[in-house]
């Protein structure tokens, strides 16, 4: 079956440490995005790409990176220079063309639990 | 930018009322509007959307929505809550050749037996 992969479920990381999550989709869609959600504060857009090697800033994108390298992947890299790390990061996909019912649409991975110790 | 406005972060309907969740949105043109659904620690599921075309919306697991451009609004219902309903709920928006969608800050419905 075709879907999003998100690795790992949960994660601890200690203060000063960079951490790597990691998205996966068979999906072949075109874009990706990355979301951070809090409680009570929906969800916010760190990163996203529509094209390999290439991929722009969302609306909270200080203290994380990303990269494109193929199609299929998009990790996201939580930095120590992101202050308030700990929050539930989800990942998604969408296609850009060919038209379609799920055209439009976001498919979401289950998520990454980042705690900060 | 796109913004969307859900009022009430926790929802209590009892088993077998009517759930009404309200979306409001800004934009100066129709955009694109989705309602998706969330259980504990899971990522989202879509649970209906407007793209164009008929306003009223049917979706999974009995919701539906319709979109009046006059209200600028996308509300959520659903005729009789169940005790799986109990989940958050997500109204997003996009505007229409935006790649980006923007979402409300949520609804926690919890369902009373």
């Known amino acids: 079956d075709g879907g999003i992969t998100q690795s790992p479920k949960y994660l601890f990381r200690k203060e000063g440490q960079n951490v790597t999550l990691s998205c996966e989709q068979n999906?072949?869609?075109?874009?990706m995005y990355w979301y951070r959600q809090d409680p009570g504060q929906g969800l916010r857009l760190i990163y996203y790409s529509q094209i390999v090697n290439d991929f722009q800033k969302g609306d909270i994108a200080e203290g994380y990176s990303v990269s494109r390298e193929k199609k299929e992947s998009f990790p996201l890299t939580v930095t120590s220079a992101q202050k308030n790390p700990t929050a539930f990061y989800l990942c998604a996909s969408r296609r850009l063309a060919g038209g379609g019912s799920s055209y439009n649409e976001q498919f979401f991975g289950p998520g990454t639990r980042l705690t900060v110790l | 930018a796109q913004s969307v406005t859900q009022l009430g972060s926790h929802v209590s309907v009892s088993e077998g009322a009517l759930v009404l969740l309200r979306c409001n949105y800004s934009s100066s043109v129709p955009p694109y509007l989705f309602w998706y659904v969330q259980y504990p620690n899971q990522g989202l599921q879509l649970l209906l959307k407007?793209?164009?075309?008929?306003?009223l919306v049917k979706g999974i697991n009995g919701f539906e929505a319709e979109f009046k451009k006059s209200e600028t609004s996308f509300h959520l219902t659903k005729p009789s809550a169940h005790m799986s309903d109990a989940a958050e709920y997500f109204c997003a928006v996009s505007d229409r050749g935006n790649n980006r969608l923007a979402f409300g800050k949520g609804n926690q419905v919890v369902v009373i037996p």
């Open positions: 999906l072949n869609h075109d874009a």
């Open positions: 407007y793209t164009t075309g008929a306003t």
